[in-house]
C-alpha cells in the first residue's frame, strides 16, 4: 500500500477551498489548506507536502510571489506548483511557468481535469525523485569502488616498490661489502707487513750508521722519514673509510629489511639511523648552504613488533619532505644568513606513560604548509612539488602503511612561517 500523498492548497475563497479538499480527499489524497501565501509558507517550515495548488490573485502576497518565495529556498524548490487562476491572460501563464510552475488549472474547476493534472504531477514526482535517489546511490557506489580502486593501486604499488626497493638495496649492500670486505682485510695485514719492514729498516740503519752516499741522497730525495710515518696515516684513512663503507652497507640492509611475511620485533632507532645515513648525501654542507643540523632526542624505546622495512620507507619519505622544506625556505637567503638560522630537523622518540605506544616526531624548521595545502597532504596523488619531482604517493602510502599495517597514527602539525611536525604513533605489542 502506497503512502498517503499530502496536497496544499492555498486559496483566500473558502469556497474554493472545500471543492479541491473533498475531491482530492475522496481520490486518496490528504489535504492542507492555506487561506494565503504568508500561512502557507509558515506552515511549509513544519510539513513538506508533495504538491501545491496555489491560488494567483489573493491579498498580501499573491501566488506569484509565493512561488518566487518556495523556488528560492532550498526545502520547497522541488516541490512541484501547479497554479489556479480564473486568468486567461497568456502572459500571466508564462510568468507563472518562469517562476517554477509545472501546470496551470483555470477556474471554475472541473473535477477531471483537477485529478488528472494532480496525479500526472504526483507520478512525476515520484519517478524523479526515485530517480534521483538512484543516481545518488549509484555515485555513492562509484565513489566507493573508486576509492577500493585507490587503495587497491597503493597496496600495488606498495608492495612493487618495497620488493624492488629492497632487492636493489639488498644488492647494493652486497656487492659493496665484497671489496670493502677484501679490502679491510689486506689493510689490517698491509699494517702488519709495514710495521715488519720498518722494523728490518731500522736495524739496517742501526747496524749501518754510515750506509753511503747514494743511499744518504735517495733517503733524503723520497724524505724517508715522512714517507715511513705518513704510510701508516694513509693506512688509518683508508681503514677509516672502510668502516665508513661498512656502517654505510650496514645501513643500506636494515634499510631494505621488507619483513613483508610476518612482523619482527626492530629497534625503531637502528631503522632512523639507517635512513638518515643513506640521506647523508642531502644533508651534509652544499656550495649554497651549510649541512642541515640533524638533532636526535631518542628517548628509552623498546623494541617494536613491525615490518622495519616499510616503516624505514615512511622515515625516508618524512625525513625526504624536511629536507625538501629546508631547501625551498632557503630561496632568498644567502650562505651567511642560514648559517646564523640553520636548517634543522628533529628527530625524537618516547615511549607512552602507560607503555602501550611509541611516538616518533620528526619535526623541520622550514616555512610551513598553508590550511589548504595540510588538509590534502594525505590524499592520494596530490603534491606541490614540479612535475617529475614528486609522484604524490609517498605521504598516502606512508599512511596506509602506519594506519592499517601496524594500528598507529599518521598525522600532521604544520604552522605556515615556522615548520611542519610529522608525528607517528605505533603500538608497542
Known sequence: MRETELILAVDDTPANLDAISETLTDAGYEVAIATDGERALKQLQYTLPSLILLDVMMPGIDGFETCRRLKAAAATKDIPVIFMTALSDPTDKIQGFKLGAVDYITKPFEETEVLARVNTHIKLRNLSKGLKERVAQRTAELAAALEQIEHSQLQLIQSEKMSALGNLVAGVAHEINNPVGFIYGNIKELHLAIEEIVEHLRLYQKQFPNPGTDIESHAADIDLEYLLKDAQKMLSSMEIGCDRLRDISNSLRTFSRADTAVKVSANIHDGIDSTLMILQHRLKAQAERPAIQVIKNYGDIPPVKCYLGQLNQVFMNAIANAIDALEDANHGR??????????????????????????????DNGKGMSEEVKTRIFDHLFTTKPVGKGTGLGLSIGRQIIEELHGGIFTCVSVLGEGTEFTIELPVA
Open 334 to 363: 644567502n650562505y651567511c644568513e642560514i648559517k646564523a638560522h640553520p636548517n634543522t630537523i628533529v628527530v625524537s622518540t618516547n615511549l607512552s606513560a602507560d607503555q602501550q605506544k611509541i611516538t616518533i616526531k620528526i619535526k
